[in-house]
């Protein structure tokens, strides 16, 4: 796996999370719900605070955390990603999917002050949390580092071809 591939696919995450985001918007209203089926929705929600609302009653000061934060994380990911692709690809891959999910947040955050989530599942008057592209990718980046984190996995192959 290359390094340009990498930062290639948080690029491409970013746009896709953007572009979803706008669809969202230009074809639903705030509080709007369209039901797909029995178990999933199209639900136009915004969130000021982190996951699961975390902090989103918190009076506005919390933008400007998660902003500063989320750049931090950002830069610390990328550094991490450039020092991981040669000996550990999987987690390089994994870190490109949280970069891409935490950059298309960021973006939220900086041009509007809350996060645009359109993503509801559902089933027997249980709600799952609205998300979006993005918070998908973290999930899925978070899930596969857990992953490399029980089981070790390692790119040894890579290591010794591409250094």
């Known amino acids: 796996m290359r390094l340009w591939f990498l930062y290639g696919l948080s690029a491409v995450i970013v746009v896709l999370d953007q572009w979803s985001k706008q669809i969202a918007e230009a074809t639903m209203s705030l509080g709007d719900s369209l039901q797909v ?39 610390a990911l990328i550094v991490w990603i450039y020092r991981s692709w040669r000996s550990e690809a999987l987690l390089a891959f994994s870190l490109s999917l949280v970069l891409g999910g935490a950059i298309g947040n960021l973006i939220d955050r900086l041009l509007y002050g809350h996060v645009i ?47």
């Not at 089926?37 to 000061?61: C, I």
């Not at 993005?134 to 192959?157: K, L, Q």
């Open 37 to 75: 089926s029995s178990w999933f929705n199209w639900a136009l929600a915004y969130n000021e605070g982190a996951a699961w609302s975390f902090l989103s009653d918190a009076g506005g000061w919390q933008r400007w955390f998660f902003v500063v934060l989320t750049f931090v994380v950002s830069i």
């Open 117 to 163: 989530d359109f993503i509801q599942w559902h089933y027997g008057g249980w709600y799952f949390p609205t998300f979006n592209v993005a918070d998908m990718s973290i999930t899925a980046g978070a899930a596969i580092m857990i992953w490399c984190s029980f089981f070790g996995v390692e790119n040894t192959a890579t290591a010794s071809t591409e250094q």
